[in-house]
């Protein structure tokens, strides 16, 4: 079982609609947790930290279940600018600054 | 700040050459970190350093793969002799601890390379 899973998508989004996906990870050591955005050819870059009790940047909105351990990421008003891959990144406590990260979930918004 | 700086950004070579991959951190981060990205496997830490000393090497696929980092603002990823399935987008990565947002790492454009 891969320590990081998420659904790979396409999810097809309309313009202007809210799209939410989830990430499952299978440690329960894990202690940090965030989504990182990858756009086509371009490196990751940081999107959000997801903390305990959930937190807003604008229009994503990320939560955390410890007991089921999952993470999720909503985009509400979706813009065709949030086309991209959204992966789903872990930390180990024993890691360091060590993270782990899932495969992605593509997201294409259209008009 | 010019951010993680890789180079090159595209590497074509022949099975069997030597290639060599290399990383400028962005100043002051102390730990470097080496990635590789594919369809099938997705992204892969290969490597990571801390304070210039490899700290974890499970990544690393085989002994035709080594990394070194011999001061702050420098490191190689070398891979010798290269084959096909070597090719991927390498990426390179660096942190600071304890900084604002902790953990989060600051990635390179990647080298895109090409193993005929």
């Known amino acids: 079982r891969k320590e990081v899973e998420q659904d790979p998508g396409p999810f097809n989004v309309p313009e202007g609609a809210t799209v939410a996906f989830n990430c499952t990870y299978s440690?329960?050591?894990?202690?940090?947790f965030f989504w990182y955005r990858q756009d086509c050819r371009k490196e990751p870059k940081l999107l959000m930290s997801?903390?305990?009790s959930g937190n807003e940047d604008g229009r994503f909105t990320a939560q955390l279940n410890r007991a089921s351990q999952y993470i999720s990421l909503l985009i509400r008003d979706s813009k065709l600018s949030d086309s991209a891959t959204y992966l789903c990144v872990v930390n180990l406590r024993a890691a360091g600054n060590k993270l782990t990260f899932g495969g992605g979930t593509r997201v294409l918004v259209k008009p | 700040d010019a951010g993680v700086i890789q180079s090159p950004r595209h590497e074509v070579t022949e099975m069997g050459q030597e290639v060599t991959l290399r990383c400028k951190p962005i100043?002051?981060?102390?730990?470097l970190f080496w990635y590789r990205q594919t369809m099938m496997r997705g992204l892969e830490l290969l490597i990571y350093f801390n304070n210039n000393v490899p700290i974890d090497d499970s990544g690393m696929p085989e002994d035709r793969f080594s990394a070194k980092m011999p001061n702050a603002s420098f490191s190689t990823l070398k891979i010798q002799p290269s084959e096909p399935r070597d090719s991927a987008v390498y990426f390179c990565?660096?942190?600071?601890?304890?900084?604002?947002?902790?953990?989060?790492?600051?990635f390179g454009p990647g080298t895109r390379l090409t193993v005929l």
């Open positions: 440690n329960s050591a894990s202690q940090s």
């Open positions: 990565a660096s942190s600071l601890r304890g900084g604002t947002k902790s953990n989060e790492q600051f």
């Open positions: 997801v903390y305990s």
């Open positions: 100043s002051g981060h102390d730990y």
